[in-house]
């Protein structure tokens, strides 16, 4: 079981392009709803991959991201459906292709 928890441990690299991932925190005006939201982003900029925003309230985030793009990770490699709901789909369908 040690290696599942060094898994959870770590951002898995980006289920499209194979690319690291890191965890980023959004800037900008400070009226924009989504400012200081955190998610996990494909470091590729050919790729632009990302989760879902979290926003911190109280708590560090950081371990739910993670949670969250390794669990994807997986059910991206296994299936088809999760794909579908991302916006940049079709730019990353041909790195898909090729690490499978
Ligand atoms: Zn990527």
Wanted: aromatic share 4%.
């Amino acid at each position: 079981m040690d290696h599942l928890i060094d898994d959870s441990d770590r951002l898995k690299p980006c289920p499209f392009c194979g690319a690291e991932a890191e965890i980023i925190t959004l800037e900008g005006e400070t009226d924009e709803p989504s400012i200081g939201a955190q998610c996990v982003q494909c470091t590729s900029s050919a790729c632009g991959a990302a989760s879902g925003l979290i926003y911190p309230l109280m708590d560090d985030v950081t371990d739910l991201l993670r949670e969250r793009w390794n669990k994807r990770h997986n059910a991206e490699l296994r299936g088809e459906r999760l794909r579908e709901s991302l916006s940049n789909d079709s730019l990353c369908r041909d790195n898909y292709g090729d690490i499978t």
